[in-house]
């Protein structure tokens, strides 16, 4: 199982940036897909964006033209940089990574988005 560890959570006003990492224990030439997944208070967790190992991405459409997903396989690192930040953005953000079939998760990171 891949380890998974976040950064870059923090308290933002409306409207601001962030951008969040996930470095993994093993190259990222070796895991297939990679994604940011969000959960708020009270509600189940759910996707926010995909990028596969070809480069191909996926968004939610609540997060469309706002967030950019990405990946650095030398660096075995995840980013996913969050724009045009909103109140209802506010979540604990976790990490995914499928390799060899297997997925795993990050601890999560806080995100905080103040009107």
């Known amino acids: 199982q891949v380890q998974l560890v976040e950064s870059g959570g923090g308290l933002v006003q409306a409207g601001g940036s962030l951008r969040l990492s996930c470095t993994a224990s093993?190259?990222?030439?070796?895991?297939?897909?990679m994604g940011w997944y969000r959960q708020a208070p009270g509600k189940q967790r759910e996707f926010v964006a995909i990028?596969?190992?070809?480069?191909?991405?996926v968004y939610a459409n609540s997060v469309k033209g706002r967030f950019t997903i990405s990946r650095d396989n030398a660096k075995n690192t995840l980013y996913l940089q969050m724009n045009s930040l909103k109140p209802e953005d506010t979540a604990v953000y976790y990490c995914?990574?499928?390799?060899?079939?297997?997925?795993?998760w990050g601890q999560g990171t806080q995100v905080t988005v103040s009107s």
């Open positions: 995914n990574a499928v390799s060899r079939g297997i997925a795993s």
């Open positions: 093993e190259s990222g030439f070796s895991i297939n897909s």
């Open positions: 990028v596969t190992a070809a480069g191909g991405t």
